[in-house]
């Protein structure tokens, strides 16, 4: 009897070591990537957001070349004369509550971003939809009032549940703290600044994942990132070129140097008082800029000069007015324009001192060393310029912002809406009618001759009259840990390196 009682202890010492073990062995698939913070999960309404990928699906999807594939439709047609397009839904698709997809849903996210009183951001990508038609629950078609040969880039957009959010407000609903999509992860837990949990969806319409568990944990400040990577808390981040190169041929890690269309530029606040008076000034704010100096120092050679939005780009024109770095030709704007420089080195216009302050967003070391970089360069001049960390951003009411856009997909994103007179991401209150021309013309011809003319008249006019003094394109430098696999390295990354989660599903994680 005595044998048999510790035969069972026996047993169930193996079963629970057995269940440790097992338990620690699921904990070590969860894989931590270093996170900007979230006051919302809204794909609908803001342009950014790269847990979006994971959470929630499109009609189509990006592959790793940046092509249109099929996400939630698994087949589409378009209707030329009609000018419609038509998707039909993969089968058996739910969402994370276990409700099915249907058209409607899709019906419901376009028409909501479409609504002007939602202030959606994404809006002018679907201002050219005038009927949505649910033919069945399984089909749905889009008819346009114009070309638009960038539509099915945009359709990557997030569906979400009609069921969950019918009636509810597009900016604040609680939903978008509690998302529920069809992605391939589903959210498990969100610890407010500290972490969002995501857990794999099993019920995925592609297949289940191979990484358990994701963790977005919250770290917007640079230099905590490098830390945190180096004290092995992080299995992957986007490092500044500075501190990527601490990791270099280090033991435990990989390096990905990934090319990206990213820009940074000093973005004018055309509603401000100052611009309307002094607009005529910015050339020479362009001429004072020496970008690769910019490029040399803070990217450390990972990035390039910049001189328009298009520059990684089939469509970019490189023949326009570049603003090459020329402090003389900068004095010579100025002093042509009627400015005069005083005894302390700065010029004046009607007894007024030319400077402006460029705002940039805390905690991004890169655009802060930019500024510093630029106002040192244009205070050389005689152009006062100071930089200003805001602890929350006045659109309205800053003179100037370091900005950052830039998109690998179809060249009509992130410039229709970001250059054309009030559109939703033209945070700058910009307006040039030839510029508004030249981008609905693009949009419009899926003719490669007509949209060439079409984007070269528009970086004409914009160089001619710029929205943006821009600085550089920025690459993205990824740090990872050693037994991360699965990253696709020749993908070209979007604004702020987002797009490197396009293959998450395929990442193994060995630890």
Not at 387 to 412: E, K, T
Request: proline share 4%; glycine share 8%.
């Amino acid at each position: 009897m005595k044998k048999q009682h510790k035969k069972w202890i026996a047993v169930c010492l193996t079963v629970l070591l057995f269940c440790g073990l097992a338990a620690c062995k699921k904990e070590e698939t969860a894989f931590v990537y270093a996170s900007g913070d979230y006051t919302r999960i809204n794909p609908a309404m803001d342009e950014h957001g790269e847990i979006n990928l994971l959470l929630f699906d499109g009609l189509t999807a990006h592959n790793g070349k940046n092509e249109v594939v099929p996400g939630l439709a698994k087949e589409w047609e378009f209707d030329e004369e009609a000018c419609t397009y038509t998707f039909h839904l993969a089968e058996g698709v739910t969402w994370h509550d276990g409700k099915p997809l249907t058209a409607e849903d899709v019906k419901f996210t376009i028409e909501a971003i479409q609504n002007p009183e939602n202030g959606s951001e994404n809006a002018p990508n679907y201002e050219d939809v005038k009927e949505i038609t649910v033919i069945d629950e399984q089909t749905i078609s889009f008819r346009l009032s114009a070309p638009n040969v960038a539509f099915l880039d945009y359709m990557t957009m997030a569906v979400l549940p009609k069921h969950l959010l019918e009636g509810e407000d597009m900016q604040t609903s609680e939903f978008f703290r509690h998302p529920v999509g069809t992605g391939p992860y589903k959210l498990a837990s969100w610890d407010e600044g500290q972490a969002i949990t995501l857990e794999r969806n099993e019920s995925y319409f592609k297949g289940a994942a191979n990484l358990e568990r994701i963790v977005f944990k919250i770290v917007p400040d640079d230099t905590a990132r490098a830390l945190q990577m180096q004290s092995g808390e992080l299995d992957l981040a986007l490092l500044t070129p500075k501190d990527t190169e601490r990791f270099r041929g280090k033991e435990g890690y990989q390096v990905y140097e990934m090319k990206t269309s990213d820009y940074r530029g000093i973005l004018f606040n055309f509603g401000h008082d100052y611009w309307q008076k002094n607009k005529d000034l910015i050339p020479a704010i362009c001429y004072a800029l020496d970008r690769q100096a910019m490029v040399d120092a803070v990217l450390l050679g990972q990035g390039i000069p910049a001189y328009g939005p298009l520059q990684r780009n089939r469509y970019n024109n490189e023949d326009v007015e570049q603003y090459s770095y020329n402090p003389q030709r900068a004095r010579e704007v100025l002093e042509d324009a009627g400015c005069k420089k005083e005894a302390d080195g700065f010029y004046y216009r009607d007894g007024e001192r030319i400077g402006f302050t460029i705002s940039v967003g805390a905690g991004d070391q890169v655009r802060l060393e930019l500024a510093q970089i630029a106002s040192w360069q244009l205070n050389e001049v005689g152009i006062e310029a100071s930089v200003d960390i805001p602890a929350v951003v006045d659109w309205s009411g800053q003179m100037a912002y370091l900005i950052g856009w830039g998109s690998p997909f179809d060249a009509d994103d992130h410039t229709y809406k970001v250059f054309g007179t009030n559109k939703g991401a033209n945070y700058s209150s910009y307006s040039n009618a030839e510029v508004d021309q030249a981008l609905s013309e693009a949009r419009q011809s899926d003719d490669p001759t007509i949209r060439k003319e079409a984007y070269d008249r528009f970086q004409e006019e914009l160089a001619n009259d710029p929205a943006f003094a821009f600085l550089c394109y920025v690459d993205a430098d990824y740090v990872a840990a050693e037994g991360l696999q699965g990253i696709s390295e020749e993908t070209i990354m979007g604004h702020h390196g987002v797009g490197i989660f396009w293959n998450v599903t395929e990442w193994i994680l060995e630890k």
